[in-house]
């Protein structure tokens, strides 16, 4: 990948303190398989050249994720063996050999454009080129679910592994806000607006039902928590957790991006990469991205007993990627 190997102590048994030892390939950086070579014999204040902070921080995510899965083990691992389905989020690159877990709503359409880059064999080279519904035609990248099982396999034990995540609710209303305030997004409404006010508003009018568009962030609530619509069918992509689309407890992913540190966690990735000199992570910020204040505003006509419920319907991924419990919220 490219990464430039200075110096690293690793634990290892029957190493004395005095010996530092210098690892072998890239994986040694991502806290998985740890090889190392002979130890060389360096005095004790080269040893206080560790792994950089941004390594650092990743492995304390990484340890955040196991923890989680293990402390939650019956509910995080409802199913022991992930069949190719599961799979559809992870997009390959096979020339950098990374793979990628889209979340929507976590700056998956920039991570996106800068995959088809990667991808592109120089048809690309400026990701804010591509425009943004190019980046979501799903023939445009190769996800790891159209492989054969033995190739799935090997990609996962080699190929280096990331996914961003973002404080669940800000994440939510971010999807409510696109997907039901937006004239535009008819689809959303045909398919889930009318369902949600059919269910969840009484005396709704003939064109309320018929239309779907005019959806209240209380009425999208109580359809998430409503039991009848987990047992119908997954949630949509745009609010299933993450845990569920990237399966964080089953696969182990090398490196946990986090939207509140999108633009400097981006770049240390495609820095491991070995492209960081030629692409960089598009900076270019909405005006309009929802905002911890929005979220808070969002959630003051929810009734704690709805708040109360909606947070263990995300509470694995709040837990998993260290988000605390936002102070706006009035748990029973």
Not at 102 to 129: F, Q
Not at 186 to 193: A, D, N, P
Not at 282 to 291: G, H, L, N, Q, W
């Amino acid at each position: 990948y490219g990464i430039p190997l200075w110096p690293v102590w690793v634990s290892c048994p029957g190493c004395v303190p005095s010996q530092l030892l210098v690892p072998l390939q890239p994986s040694c950086w991502l806290g998985m398989r740890i090889r190392v070579s002979q130890p060389l014999d360096l005095p004790m204040p080269v040893l206080s050249l560790q792994l950089s902070n941004t390594a650092i921080l990743h492995q304390i995510r990484r340890d955040q994720v196991t923890d989680t899965c293990r402390a939650n083990s019956v509910s995080s691992r409802k199913r022991r063996v992930l069949t190719p389905n599961d799979l559809k989020h992870l997009v390959v690159d096979e020339d950098h050999e990374m793979i990628y877990c889209y979340v929507p709503k976590v700056a998956c359409t920039n991570w996106k454009r800068v995959m088809m880059v990667l991808t592109g064999r120089g048809k690309y080279s400026d990701p804010m080129e591509i425009p943004a519904n190019e980046a979501h035609v799903s023939s445009n990248l190769k996800t790891l679910n159209q492989y054969s099982i033995p190739e799935i396999n090997h990609r996962l034990k080699n190929y280096m592994k990331f996914l961003f995540v973002r404080e669940p609710f800000e994440r939510l209303v971010s999807a409510y806000r696109n997907k039901f305030t937006q004239k535009y997004n008819t689809s959303f409404h045909k398919r889930y607006g009318t369902k949600i006010v059919r269910r969840q508003r009484k005396n709704a009018t003939q064109e309320a039902l018929r239309k779907g568009d005019d959806v209240k962030f209380e009425e999208f609530v109580a359809y998430l928590i409503d039991p009848h619509t987990q047992r119908e069918e997954p949630f949509n992509e745009h609010w299933q957790t993450v845990y569920s689309l990237c399966h964080p407890c089953h696969i182990h992913y090398d490196l946990i991006g986090k939207y509140e540190t999108l633009e400097e966690d981006s770049n240390y990735i495609l820095q491991l990469a070995g492209v960081g000199n030629y692409l960089k992570f598009p900076t270019y910020a909405k005006s309009t991205r929802t905002t911890d204040e929005m979220t808070t505003e969002f959630f003051q006509n929810i009734s704690s007993e709805h708040q109360t419920q909606l947070y263990e319907v995300y509470k694995l991924d709040f837990l998993m990627f260290n988000y605390s419990v936002p102070s706006y919220l009035k748990l029973e």
